[in-house]
């Protein structure tokens, strides 16, 4: 969502004193950014409507106290996007799609999965959430997200040449060795998040 230079201003300002640990009010943001109440008031109305944030009125000589929907915490850099489940087993059909957001800071190029599969086990776990980065290039030896003939996968990728090896963890499962030019990387492997259940009950993940 694109947003005019003043509301982007406001939404960044209120994203700043949220990461610091604040529930921020809009007396905070007046004094943060310099602005008249009356000119605020306007900007954060306009969010509202957006959806991007909620106003908490305090009544008479009260202070508003503002909340950023998750919606709001994305556009922030204060969400990852969760997109759907990737197999950690053998090569099957992903099922991408937005599931939700993880109530975490995030940036650009970041987005969420669900572990399926076994493939990865013990280092990733069915249900596990991890986060990967869109674009970057694997070293040797790291986990990425890779697509092959319309499948994704999490696998230890190993350039060779003009093919990649591509290794569980699992001893169970065996090693593929592919054409280079046949696999695409989706996303490179950066931290994980153990069980999206727990993550639920922690409030750190957001489903709509």
């Known amino acids: 969502m694109r947003l005019p230079p003043g509301q982007r201003r406001v939404l960044e300002a209120l994203s700043a004193l949220v990461r610091e640990g604040l529930t921020?009010?809009?007396?905070?943001?007046?004094?943060?950014?310099?602005?008249?109440?009356?000119?605020?008031?306007?900007?954060?109305?306009a969010l509202e409507r957006k959806g991007l944030l909620r106003l908490y009125p305090g009544g008479h000589g009260r202070p508003t106290h503002l909340e950023l929907t998750p919606e709001g915490r994305l556009l922030g850099g204060l969400a990852i996007p969760l997109v759907g489940r990737i197999p950690a087993g053998p090569l099957e059909a992903n099922r991408e799609e937005v599931e939700g957001l993880l109530l975490l800071p995030g940036k650009p190029h970041l987005f969420a999965l669900v572990v399926e599969g076994d493939s990865m086990a013990e280092y990733l776990l069915e249900g596990d959430v991890v986060v990967?980065?869109?674009?970057?290039?694997?070293?040797?030896?790291e986990v990425a997200a890779l697509l092959h003939e319309g499948r994704t996968t999490l696998k230890y990728v190993y350039p060779k040449g003009d093919r990649v090896v591509l290794k569980p963890h699992n001893p169970a499962y065996p090693t593929l060795e592919l054409p280079a030019g046949e696999v695409e990387i989706q996303g490179v492997f950066r931290f994980?998040?153990?069980?999206?259940?727990?993550?639920?009950?922690?409030?750190?993940?957001?489903?709509?």
């Open 132 to 141: 990967v980065e869109r674009g970057a290039k694997p070293r040797p030896g």
């Open 24 to 45: 921020p009010t809009a007396h905070d943001l007046t004094r943060a950014l310099g602005l008249r109440p009356q000119s605020l008031r306007q900007h954060l109305e």
């Open 192 to 208: 994980l998040l153990r069980g999206q259940e727990a993550l639920e009950r922690l409030g750190l993940l957001w489903r709509p």
